[in-house]
């Protein structure tokens, strides 16, 4: 299986509509590719706090739309990131768009865990409820985002949902990177999983950003990671480790805790 991550770096001076073709062009220059994936909130930027509420589009709205025809002109299941989702009936979301190679709508995710404590995305956004995992001919996707990445236990409910490789889209602010790097590795070791992690480069609202978007295999081996402006990383990895891997050391068989509820005294 082969993964193109698309770690863009995100120009405060370009316009949005802009930023839309020029990851539509990227995209499409990865045909050939079976797994395409952005980061996290790069119409806006993900530190861009005064963007979301501006930039904010319905689900099937412009973004959508550009990204459905980038995955069918590349005939790649592309892993669209994530875009401010306003919800006609509701607050803003955090939402991730995943389309099949026909360009259709294959899975949306809401973000569950969101960042800022008391400013920024927890109080501008609203927050998901459901974990989401997507088949594809070769492995199940679980998706998450950025900040979900620091909850184990998030993780692990995919994984009994039948992900067998993580896809993580970030804004990862270039000060915590050593996290970033550690969480990944330490989430596909501890899921016996692939973890495909993909952040931004470039500087959101005055915030650098990480970049060094990594893909991790299930003994949490680093098969690549990005430099820090470095835009698309490309890697081959084989989704059949996951099932060799669990088979070997059965770890996940031997789980006590979360199993059953806890008894009452």
Avoid at 123 to 136: C, P, S
């Amino acid at each position: 299986m082969r993964a193109s991550v698309i770690q863009i770096a995100v120009d405060e001076g370009e316009s949005v509509e802009s930023r839309r073709r020029r990851v539509a062009s990227m995209v499409r220059d990865q045909a050939g590719a079976d797994l395409v994936v952005l980061p996290e909130l790069w119409t806006t930027g993900a530190f861009a706090y005064e963007e979301f509420g501006r930039e904010a589009e319905p689900l099937e709205g412009p973004t959508y739309e550009a990204m459905a025809k980038a995955a069918s002109d590349a005939g790649v299941w592309l892993h669209a990131g994530s875009i401010p989702e306003r919800d006609p009936d509701g607050p803003l979301y955090n939402t991730s768009l995943v389309f099949s190679p026909s360009g259709d709508l294959a899975a949306v995710y809401r973000k569950i865990h969101r960042f800022g404590f008391d400013k920024g995305e927890a109080v501008l956004m609203g927050a998901g409820a459901e974990l989401v995992t997507v088949r594809l001919p070769s492995t199940t996707l679980g998706l998450g985002t950025c900040y979900d990445l620091r909850f184990p236990e998030f993780f692990r409910g995919l994984v009994d949902a039948g992900a067998e490789t993580l896809v993580v889209p970030a804004g990862w602010p270039e000060r915590r990177r050593s996290h970033w790097t550690l969480l990944a590795q330490a989430r596909a070791v501890e899921n016996q999983a692939f973890v495909v992690a993909c952040g931004t480069a470039g500087t959101h609202a005055g915030v650098p950003q990480a970049g060094h978007s990594i893909v991790v295999d299930p003994w949490g081996e680093v098969l690549a990671q990005a430099g820090a402006g470095q835009e698309v990383l490309t890697v081959d990895f084989d989704p059949g480790k996951v099932a060799t891997t669990r088979e070997q050391f059965p770890a996940l068989k031997d789980r006590v805790l979360g199993l059953q509820p806890p008894r009452r005294p």
